[in-house]
C-alpha cells in the first residue's frame, strides 16, 4: 500500500501563496485596526479637554472663552489659575493632572534618535509651527497656539471655515490632538479622498485604510468646550460632523451649568412699538397689546429668546434647591435650601424666572421659587406684564 504526502515543491508553493496573502492583508487588518483605535482615542481625549474646562468653571469661575493673556513657552509650565495667570497653560495646569509641559512643537524629542516631533498637515490653515505642547496621562499629545485668548464663539453661531480664519474670531483657537504620542505615523486624520476641511460640516468618509492611517486630529477651542475643527474630525461622529444629539447634550450640559448662573432683575417694560420693531432679531413671536411688556424686556436684556434658560432648566434647577421633584407636573415640594441655591441665585426664594418660552402675545412661562415649593407657572398665571420677574442670560455663560 503506498502512502501519500505532499511533495517538497508542493508546500513551497503552498507557504509562498500564504505568504503573499498575509502580505496582502494584515497590513490592512493592522491599519483597521489602528484607525478604530485612534478615533476611541480622539474621543477620550477630548472628554478630558471639555472635563478641563468644566472643572475649571466650577473652581475658578474660567474657561477657554476666559482665557486673556497669551501663553509664554518659558513660563507656561509655572503658571496657574491661583496665581492670576489667565493663560491656556494656567487651565491645563490648574485642572488637569498627570500632564507633562513638553515645550515648543519642533523642539521636542522625535520617534527616531536625533530627530524632531513634526506632523504632516493636510488642512489649508492649519499651522502647528508654534504651538505649545503637553503629554497627557495616556501619551497623547496635545498642542495649542500660545496667542490662543478670549476663545469665545458669539452665542446663535456654529464653527465654519470663516470663524475658524478669522484673526478676530477663532484662528488662533485652533490646536491639536495627536493620540499616538511622538511614535509615528504622526500624519493628520483625512477623508478618504485624502483631503480634509476646516469646512467642518463638508461631507466626509474617514480614511480607515492604506499608506499612514492618520493620528492627528486638528480641534478648536472656545468657551467651556472642545470640538473637531475638522470634517475628517468630526466624521468620527457621523456623517462629517457630530449627531444633533451630541451637540444638543454640550448646549444643555453648558446652559445647566448653574454655578454660573446669574439672576437679574428686569425693571422697565418693553413698548408695543420697540418690541415690533426688534421681534424678529430677538425671536419674539408676538408682541403685546400695550406698552407694559416684560418678559420682551428680558428677552431684550439676554440679546435673543435662545439665551434664555427653558422651562426644563428652570426645573432642572428647581430640583437641585427642593427634596422632592415630580417629573411629570415639574413641581417641586419641600424647604426651599438656601445652601443649594448658586452664589449668582442669592435672593431667589419668593421670586420667579422667566423662560424662554412664549405662549402668546400677552403670556409667558416661567418658574416660581416659593418657600416650600417651585411651581411652573403659564399664561393662566401671570402676564408678560408681571413686574418683578427676574431673568438668567444663559447665553452668556
Not at 475658524?164 to 500624519?187: A, H, M, Q, R
Request: proline share 4%; glycine share 8%.
Amino acid at each position: 500500500m503506498k502512502s501519500r504526502a505532499f511533495t517538497l515543491a508542493e508546500l513551497m508553493i503552498t507557504i509562498g501563496i500564504v505568504g503573499v496573502v498575509a502580505a496582502i492583508t494584515i497590513p490592512t487588518l493592522i491599519q483597521n485596526s489602528n484607525s478604530k483605535k485612534f478615533s476611541t482615542l480622539f474621543k477620550k481625549e477630548l472628554s478630558t479637554l471639555n472635563q478641563a474646562a468644566i472643572s475649571a468653571q466650577a473652581q475658578y469661575d474660567m474657561d477657554y472663552g476666559s482665557i486673556t493673556s497669551e501663553s509664554a513657552p518659558s513660563t507656561c509650565e509655572r503658571d496657574k489659575f491661583s496665581d492670576s495667570s489667565a493663560t491656556m497653560c494656567a487651565l491645563f495646569n490648574s485642572t488637569l493632572s498627570a500632564k507633562n509641559y513638553m515645550g515648543v512643537y519642533g523642539q521636542i524629542s522625535g520617534p527616531i534618535l536625533f530627530s524632531k516631533y513634526k506632523i504632516t498637515t493636510t488642512t489649508e490653515g492649519f499651522d502647528p509651527t508654534n504651538f505649545l505642547i503637553y503629554s497627557m496621562a495616556d501619551g497623547s499629545l496635545v498642542g495649542f497656539n500660545p496667542n490662543a485668548k478670549r476663545c469665545s464663539l458669539e452665542s446663535g453661531k456654529i464653527i465654519n471655515k470663516s470663524i475658524l480664519t478669522d484673526e478676530n474670531g477663532l484662528k488662533n483657537c485652533i490646536g491639536f490632538i495627536d493620540v499616538n504620542g511622538v511614535s509615528l505615523p504622526n500624519k493628520e486624520v483625512t477623508c478618504a479622498d485624502g483631503t480634509s476641511s476646516l469646512d467642518a460640516d463638508n461631507a466626509c468618509t474617514l480614511k480607515t485604510t492604506g499608506s499612514k492611517v492618520g493620528d492627528v486630529y486638528p480641534v478648536v477651542f472656545h468657551d467651556g468646550t472642545v470640538e473637531p475643527a475638522t470634517n475628517a474630525g468630526r466624521s468620527q461622529f457621523g456623517a462629517g460632523r457630530m449627531s444633533d444629539e451630541e451637540l444638543e447634550a454640550q448646549r444643555i450640559a453648558k446652559r445647566r451649568d448653574f454655578t454660573k448662573w446669574k439672576a437679574e432683575p428686569v425693571t422697565t417694560p418693553m413698548t408695543k412699538a420697540d418690541c415690533e420693531a426688534k421681534k424678529e432679531s430677538l425671536g419674539i413671536k408676538n408682541c403685546r397689546s400695550d406698552d407694559n411688556d416684560y418678559w420682551a424686556a428680558a428677552v431684550e436684556k439676554c440679546g435673543g429668546v435662545q439665551n434664555l434658560p427653558t422651562w426644563d432648566d428652570l426645573y432642572e434647577l428647581a430640583k437641585t434647591i427642593y427634596p422632592t421633584c415630580n417629573d411629570l407636573t415639574k413641581t417641586c415640594e419641600g424647604e426651599f435650601d438656601n445652601s443649594k441655591a448658586p452664589a449668582g441665585l442669592s435672593g431667589l426664594e419668593y421670586s420667579s424666572l422667566w423662560s424662554s418660552r412664549e405662549s402668546n402675545n400677552h403670556h409667558a412661562y416661567s418658574m416660581d421659587f416659593q418657600h416650600s415649593r417651585a411651581i411652573p407657572t403659564n399664561y393662566n398665571s401671570f402676564g408678560r406684564n408681571t413686574s418683578g420677574f427676574k431673568v438668567v442670560c444663559v447665553g452668556d455663560l
